[in-house]
Every structure is written in structure tokens, then in C-alpha cells.
């Protein structure tokens, strides 16, 4: 019993020291930068024809969303200057 306690203990220092040993505190790690080209990067995605043409749709989407916010805004104001021109011949209208 005595004799396995020992090839345990043995084994169990020996699979411990295969571990990352820990920077001493004198030892100072170097700070890593990368530079990366973004445009080369993209075109070599696997994804970037799927992502260019989302891209594409998208900006399709903007852009009849503020045409018809912009139509929206003319009708809105297209009634106020109706009902501003009817105003004074419904006042006329109820005062007869």
C-alpha cells in the first residue's frame, strides 16, 4: 500500500510539472499588435458576394424608406393646407 502511495504521488508531481509555469514577476510580457488589412480581409470571407448583396438590399431598403417618408410628409402636408383653405368656407357655411 505504502509502495502505490508513492508511484502515486510520483506520477501525480511528474503530470503536475508538464504544466505552464508562471512568469516570474521580473519578467514582463511584450504587448502584441496586429495590422490587418480590412478589405482584403472581407474579399477573402468565404460569405462576402452574400454579404455584399445584403449589404446592397439594404441600402435599397433605406432609401424607399425616406422616399416614402418624404411622401408621407408632402400628403401630411397637402391635408393641412386643405383643411386650412376649408376652415374659413365651413365658417362661412355655419354662420349663414
Sequence with gaps: ???????????????????????????????????????KLMKDHPKYKELIVSGESVENVMRMRDRQLQMGQATVKSFVQDEDLQSPRQAKVSAC
Excluded: E, N
Design 1 to 39: 500500500m505504502r509502495g502505490l502511495i508513492c508511484i502515486l504521488m510520483a506520477m501525480t508531481m511528474l503530470v503536475s510539472a508538464c504544466g505552464k509555469q508562471p512568469k516570474l514577476p521580473w519578467q514582463k510580457s511584450q504587448p502584441k499588435f496586429a495590422v490587418v488589412d480590412w478589405q
